[in-house]
C-alpha cells in the first residue's frame, strides 16, 4: 500500500467523517450548502487519484477495484452537485435566510440526489478499503519473493 492509496482513503471517507459535525449545527441551509461544498471537491480528487493509480497498477484484481471507484466516485460527486443545486434553490426560495430545510430529506429533488448519493458513497468507501487491503497484500507477497538484494540464489 502506498501513500495515494492513504490518500485516496482519506479523500473518499472524509466526506462521511465530517458529516457529524456539520449535523451538529442543526438541519439548516448554511451547515448543509457548506456540506456539499467541502465534499465535492474531495470526491473530484479521489476520482483524479483513481485515474492515476489504474493507469500505473498491474494487478489485475487492483485494475478491477479502480475501475469500480471510477464508476462510483464520479456518481457520488455528481449526487453532491446534485444535492448542492437543490440546496441552494431552497435557499434562495427561503430568501437566502438560514432556515430549516429537514424537509428536503422527504420527498423532491434532494431526496432523489440523496438516493444516489448515499449508496455510491458507500460502495466507494468499501471498495478503496478492499483496494487499500488487496494493494498491501500483494505488495507484501511481491517483496516476500524478491530476492534480497547482495544475497545469491
Not at 449535523?23 to 474531495?42: C, E, K, N, Q, R
Not at 449526487?79 to 430568501?95: I, K, P, S, Y
Request: net charge positive; proline share 5%.
Amino acid at each position: 500500500m502506498t501513500r495515494r492509496h492513504l490518500l485516496l482513503i482519506a479523500l473518499i471517507w472524509l466526506p462521511f467523517l465530517m458529516l457529524p459535525a456539520f449535523a451538529a449545527f442543526g438541519d439548516t441551509s448554511y451547515p448543509h450548502i457548506a456540506f456539499h461544498v467541502l465534499a465535492i471537491p474531495m470526491l473530484v480528487g479521489a476520482a483524479v487519484l483513481v485515474r492515476r493509480l489504474l493507469a500505473e497498477t498491474d494487478s489485475t484484481a487492483q485494475r478491477w477495484l479502480c475501475k469500480a471507484l471510477l464508476l462510483f466516485v464520479p456518481l457520488a460527486a455528481l449526487g453532491h452537485v446534485a444535492e448542492l443545486a437543490t440546496a441552494l434553490a431552497r435557499f434562495a426560495d427561503d430568501g437566502f435566510v438560514n432556515r430549516d430545510t429537514a424537509d428536503v430529506w422527504v420527498s423532491g429533488p434532494h431526496f432523489h440526489a440523496a438516493n444516489v448519493t448515499i449508496p455510491s458513497m458507500m460502495l466507494a468507501m468499501v471498495t478503496v478499503l478492499v483496494l487499500a487491503a488487496t494493494a498491501a497484500v500483494q505488495g507484501r507477497s511481491r517483496k516476500e519473493s524478491s530476492p534480497v538484494v547482495g544475497t545469491r540464489t
